[in-house]
Structure formats: C-alpha cells, structure tokens
C-alpha cells in the first residue's frame, strides 16, 4: 500500500499590491485562508481570503474552482512572503489550433521560447497573455511580511 502526503508550502507568497490587504487580515480577520483548487487544467494554483468575515462567519469558497474548505489558515506575519515583480521581456507569441478538444495553444517555437524566457528570468518568474504578447515578470525582491510593513511607513494600518 502506497500512502501519499501532501506538504503544505512553508510559506505563503503574496504579491507586493495584496501585502497591505494581507496584513489587515492577520490583525482584524482571523487570519488568512488558503484554498486549493479543484480545476485540473489549472495545477498548482491556490486562493487566498480573509479567515472569516467581518461579522465573524467564515469566509465562503471564493472561486467555484476551490476547494470547499481552506487547505489552511496562516495566522503567523513569519508565514507570509511578500514577493516584488519586474517585467523581464515581452515579446509576441503566435498560437495554432489545438487537439483534444482545446481551441487554441502555444506553438512549438511559441512555447520553447516562452520556457526559456521563464527559465532565464529565474525563480519564481511568472507570465500573463496581453493580447498576441507574452510578458514575463521576474522576481527582484522577496521580503517578509513584518519587514515589507516596516519598510513601508505609510501603508501602517489604521
């Protein structure tokens, strides 16, 4: 009998436009909720709320896609990461008709070019369709929460 196990990240990231939200959350919220998705076309992708509401209910599913129940509730500022992100390149990408029922995909010479470009652009390095463009965005800061909040005066809750 095999078992499986399934870690849970040992920190969550937040982009550096979501911090200030994030940190409300943790003083007046409850915390915040992690929810995984159940999207297969999707992998990998999460969802994150207010631990609950501001009457106190629980926050419900924010996506159809998420899982009924948050995956977990991240209470602690050591657990969270504030991420900051730079356009590394864009560039045009050409698409073609897919198989399986897909309407439209990458081709070859599109997708081998958009996995250098991540792979250059290193760690953490994400990508979003702008019309026939690509941009890829590279990570050129990562700091914690409590540090971000510190180092940014003027976003102090009130």
């Known amino acids: 009998m095999s078992t499986v196990v399934c870690a849970l990240p040992e920190m969550l990231e937040v982009e ?8 409300r959350w943790l003083r007046l919220l409850g915390g915040v909720a992690v929810w995984g998705c159940l999207d297969l076309s999707t992998p990998g992708r999460s969802f994150y709320t207010p631990a609950t509401l501001t009457d106190g209910t629980p926050s419900p599913r924010p996506h ?21 992100r730079q356009e590394f390149k864009r560039f045009k990408v ?18 081998r070019r958009l996995d250098a470009t991540l792979s ?3 760690d953490g390095a994400t ?12 990570v050129i800061r ?17």
């Open 94 to 111: 050409a698409i073609k008709r897919a198989a399986y029922g897909t309407p439209w995909e990458l081709t070859d010479t599109s997708s």
């Open 16 to 23: 550096a436009n979501q911090a200030l939200y994030v940190a």
């Open 127 to 138: 990508h979003v369709f702008e019309g026939g463009d690509v941009v890829v965005s590279a």
């Open 142 to 158: 990562r700091m914690s929460l409590s540090g971000w909040l510190k180092e940014h005066g003027h976003a102090h809750e009130s």
């Open 120 to 122: 250059r652009a290193g």
């Open 64 to 84: 159809w896609s998420s899982t009924e129940q948050p995956e977990h509730v991240v209470t602690d500022a050591s657990e969270i990461e504030v991420v900051e």
